[in-house]
């Protein structure tokens, strides 16, 4: 199966890089143009279902994508990481006494969701999108950067190697692979 996956439109946290983890903030204005942008991108696709975090930027961006013609169905699969006491604070402010991406470590501080557990929310997700699609159906995903970055890494399988601090996807953008 084809998954063509989504990062949410624009909300004015990222405008002001703010972490927003499970913090349900909505698409602003740009936005809302890069989910029309993207719908138009993506015309004339037919996606079997879409599937979404149940967070309203995500949400909000689906229903542009969307527009009625695909079911979309929320998944908390899908959520971002969840950062705690982090959530609305700069990105700068954010230094925690350990580094929350090592795979190992695997660090819950300052309440922060364990890197591991949204990993096994990624690898749950493609599991029952597996087991209930076939391989011919397109899927589109409108989901979050972290959950974009682990399923990119599983598929290619190279999640043990994988720096995911790093390689982040702008606001409105498209990852396509198979699964």
């Known amino acids: 199966m084809k998954l063509c996956m989504v990062k949410y439109g624009q909300t004015n946290w990222n405008l002001e890089k703010r972490r927003q983890g499970w913090t349900d903030t909505d698409i602003n204005d740009s936005g809302t143009d890069q989910a029309k942008a993207l719908h138009g991108q993506l015309a004339g696709r037919n996606f079997t279902a879409c599937y979404t975090s149940p967070l309203q930027r995500a949400v909000n961006t689906a229903k542009i994508l969307t527009a009625g013609k695909t079911p979309i169905i929320e998944s908390d699969l899908l959520r971002g990481r969840g950062f705690g006491e982090f959530e609305?604070?700069?990105?700068?402010?954010?230094?925690?006494?350990?580094?929350?991406?090592?795979l190992?470590?695997?660090?819950?501080?300052?309440?922060?969701?364990?890197?591991?557990?949204?990993?096994?929310?990624?690898?749950?997700?493609?599991?029952?999108?597996s087991q209930k699609y076939d391989t011919d159906d397109e899927i589109l995903v409108v989901t979050h950067g972290i959950i974009m970055r682990i399923i990119k890494h599983?598929?290619?399988?190279?999640?043990?190697?994988?720096?995911?601090?790093?390689?982040?996807?702008?606001?409105?953008?498209i990852l396509e692979v198979d699964y």
């Not at 990105?91 to 580094?99: A, T």
């Not at 599983?154 to 953008?173: K, P, T, V």
């Open 88 to 102: 609305g604070k700069l990105s700068e402010e954010i230094k925690p006494d350990q580094d929350i991406y090592d």
């Open 104 to 129: 190992q470590l695997n660090a819950s501080v300052n309440g922060i969701e364990p890197i591991q557990d949204v990993i096994q929310r990624a690898k749950d997700f493609l599991d029952m999108v």
């Open 154 to 173: 599983i598929i290619a399988g190279d999640l043990d190697q994988a720096n995911l601090e790093s390689s982040r996807f702008d606001n409105a953008s």
